[in-house]
C-alpha cells in the first residue's frame, strides 16, 4: 500500500471524477475551459458539456467577463469552444483513467486537496485543471525546497558533468531536483540527484548499505530527491530511451502530469508543460541551451512569474550554451557555477530553507581551493570514503587525507567508523 497515495478530500469525489474528465477534454492552459469551470465549477462545467446544448448567454457573458479580467478580451465565444470539446466526449471514462493510474500506483492531485501545490495559482488562468501523479512520494514538495534544472537535449560533456555535479550537490543540501525527463541536461539532473540519493540512505526510498530503503516514520512527508514534470501521460514514459531512468524516478520519487494516461506528448504539450516547471519551483537553473530552446521558454515562464532564473556560463565557442549568455546579457538570469549559488539565489528569491549544516562564512573564506572543493565535496548526512572523495572533488588521495585533517581542525569535517562527513 502505498502511504503517500494522494487521499480525497471529504465531499470530494465528484469533483475529483470532473476534474479528471475535464484533463481529458481540455487541453493545457485552455483559457475558455479554466474560465467555464471558474464560473460553474468542475462539476456543472462537466454537465454542461455533457448536456449537448448549442450555447448559453448567461455563461458566455460571465466567462468573457473572466476572460477580460485577466487580459484575454477576445475569444470565439462559447459554441466554438464546445466544438473542440465535445468530440473527446466519446472516449470520455475518468473512472478507467482513474484506475489506470492507481494500478500504477498513482493519482489525481486536484486544487480542492489540501496538498495541492500554492504556487500554482500565480499562473491565474492558466492554472492546470488537475495534476496526475505516479510514483512512490505523491505530492509536490513545497516550493521553496525544489530547483528545476533545465537544459538542452543535445547536451555536450561539460554540460553533463555540471549538471550531474550541481543536482547531486543540490539533494545533498536538501533541495528537490526537477527537470522534464529528456535526454541531455534533463536526465543528467535526474541521474545526479539519484545518484546522491543512492550515496545517502538518510534519503528515504534510497538503497541503504544493506540494498533496502529507509522507510520514512509514521506521518512523515518524505522529500523526493528528483520529480519529472512529463508532456504525456505518467503512464507512459517518454522517450522511451529513458524509460529505465524514469521508472527509477517513479521508485523515489515521482512523475507528474497534467494530461490524462494515455496522452501523447506533442509540441504544445511540452511547451506548456515548461510553464508548470517554472511556477511550481522556487529557481530555474539552465545549464546548457541553444539560442533558441525549450529551456529558455521555461526560463522565460519563469522570469514572467517573478522566479529567480539561474545561468551556467560555458563556452564562447559552444553553441550550447549561446541561449545561457543570451540570458546572462539580457538580465534574465544570475550566472551560477554550482549548488551553492543555486543555494543562494533559493535564498534571495525568498526561500526560508537553512542550509543548517553548512559551517559559518567567515571559516569558509579563510579556505584554499584545494579545501573548498573537498568541503563541497563531503556530503551532508551519510559518510563517505576517501577514495571518494577524491573522486568527486578531484584531488589526489593525499591532498585529500591533508585536507581533512585542516578540516576537522576546523570543526567543518567529522570523521566516522565508516568515513566521512560534514559536520552538522
Known amino acids: 500500500m502505498n502511504t503517500n497515495a494522494v487521499e480525497p478530500g471529504t465531499g470530494n469525489a465528484d469533483i475529483r471524477l470532473a476534474r479528471a474528465a475535464l484533463t481529458r477534454l481540455m487541453e493545457p492552459s485552455d483559457l475558455p475551459g479554466m474560465a467555464l469551470i471558474s464560473v460553474a465549477g468542475p462539476v456543472d462545467a462537466l454537465a454542461f458539456i455533457r448536456s449537448g446544448a448549442a450555447s448559453s448567454a448567461v455563461l458566455e457573458q460571465e466567462m468573457t467577463a473572466v476572460l477580460s479580467e485577466t487580459g484575454t478580451g477576445r475569444w470565439q465565444g462559447l459554441a466554438e469552444a464546445l466544438g473542440r470539446w465535445r468530440p473527446r466526449l466519446a472516449d470520455l471514462a475518468p473512472e478507467r483513467d482513474l484506475g489506470i493510474v ?93 545518484g546522491a540519493a543512492r550515496q545517502d540512505p538518510a534519503y528515504w526510498g534510497a538503497p541503504s548499505a544493506g540494498g533496502t530503503g529507509v522507510p520514512p516514520a509514521e506521518g512523515a512527508v518524505a522529500q523526493p530527491p528528483t520529480l519529472a514534470v512529463m508532456a504525456g501521460g505518467v503512464d507512459r ?18 512523475v507528474v ?52 532564473v539561474g545561468a551556467v556560463p560555458g563556452s564562447v565557442y559552444s553553441a550550447n550554451s549561446a541561449g545561457c549568455h543570451r540570458l546572462l546579457r539580457e538580465g534574465a538570469a544570475v550566472c551560477v557555477t554550482d549548488a551553492a549559488d543555486i543555494a543562494e539565489l533559493a535564498g534571495v528569491a525568498g526561500s526560508n530553507l537553512a542550509i543548517e549544516q553548512e559551517a559559518a562564512p567567515a571559516l569558509h573564506d579563510g579556505l584554499g581551493v584545494e579545501d573548498l572543493l573537498l568541503l563541497d565535496a563531503l556530503p551532508l548526512r551519510s559518510a563517505t570514503s576517501v577514495d571518494k572523495l577524491s573522486v568527486v572533488a578531484g584531488l589526489g588521495t593525499a591532498t585529500v587525507l591533508a585536507g581533512l585533517g585542516r578540516l576537522e581542525l576546523l570543526g567543518l569535517a567529522q570523521r566516522l567508523a565508516n568515513g566521512w562527513k560534514r559536520n552538522s
Open 257 to 308: 502530469a497534467e494530461v490524462p494516461p494515455g496522452t501523447n506528448p506533442t509540441r504544445y504539450r511540452f511547451l506548456q508543460r515548461n510553464r508548470l516547471i517554472a511556477a511550481l519551483f522556487e529557481v530555474t537553473v539552465v545549464v546548457e541551451a541553444r539560442w533558441r530552446s525549450g529551456a529558455l521558454n521555461t526560463a522565460h515562464h519563469a522570469e514572467g512569474l517573478s522566479r529567480s
Open 102 to 194: 492507481d494500478r500504477f500506483g498513482g493519482g489525481l492531485l486536484i486544487p480542492e486537496d489540501p496538498q495541492w501545490p500554492p504556487a500554482l495559482a500565480d499562473l491565474q488562468l492558466a492554472e492546470p485543471i488537475a495534476l496526475w501523479l505516479r510514483g512512490r512520494v505523491l505530492r509536490i514538495p513545497e516550493q521553496k525546497r525544489c530547483i528545476a534544472v533545465v537544459g538542452s537535449r543535445d547536451s555536450t560533456s561539460y554540460g553533463d558533468n555540471v549538471t550531474g555535479e550541481i543536482a547531486s550537490s543540490l539533494v545533498q543540501r536538501g533541495f528537490t531536483v526537477v527537470s522534464g525527463g529528456a535526454y541531455g541536461i534533463d536526465a543528467n539532473a535526474h541521474r545526479g540527484a539519484l
Open 237 to 254: 514514459f517518454y522517450p522511451s530511451g529513458n524509460e529505465d531512468l524514469l521508472r527509477t524516478i517513479t521508485e523515489q520519487g515521482a
